[in-house]
């Protein structure tokens, strides 16, 4: 299956989501769907069902099937199964990919508030802030390195690839 950079990588992970999926399958809350072509799994879609809503988690493919559409068809069947159950709401979760923008009708932002106090509250405030800097340094760089795709200037470059997770 293809893995994307928020995929499940490590053992770290696999723990919490094997010990989540145990949890939210007792509760009933647990939707896994699995699409076969030629009786070999192809994609995959993890997802929970809370209050009426389905959240959809994490989806992969087989590469080797991505000419056949084999996510698009899976979640396809996934939000039928889900309406055809009583969810009356679909929520796609974070995240700009282009397949979600066609499959919804608007976006729900985000807003993280963080409030600090005393001096841990400024030391994890300047922690962060070195985090933020490192990231988008490397974002510059990329912007820098990166060849132009055709029709596309370095400011327009640099405004794409900084508005990337």
């Known amino acids: ?81 889900s309406f055809a159950q009583g969810v009356h709401e679909f929520d796609f979760l974070r995240g700009d990919e282009g397949y979600k923008a066609e499959w919804s009708r608007g976006e729900r932002w985000t807003i993280q508030v963080r409030l600090w106090r005393g001096a841990r509250g400024r030391a994890a405030r300047a922690a962060l802030g070195g985090k933020i800097f490192a990231r988008e340094a490397v974002k510059v760089r990329r912007i820098l390195r990166a060849p ?14 900084v508005q990337e997770p």
């Open 1 to 81: 299956m293809r893995v994307g950079e928020d995929g499940l990588t490590d053992a770290h992970h696999d723990d919490f989501h094997r010990e989540a999926s145990q949890r939210l399958a007792e509760a009933g809350m647990l939707r896994m769907y699995t699409l076969y072509a030629a009786r070999r799994p192809v994609a995959s879609v993890y997802g929970v069902v809370h209050r009426g809503k389905f959240y959809y988690y994490q989806s992969g493919y087989e590469p080797r099937w991505a000419c056949k559409s084999v996510g698009l068809v899976l979640l396809a069947r996934t939000v039928q199964d």
């Open 148 to 161: 132009l795709p055709p029709g596309e200037n370095r400011l327009a470059a640099a405004f794409r690839i």
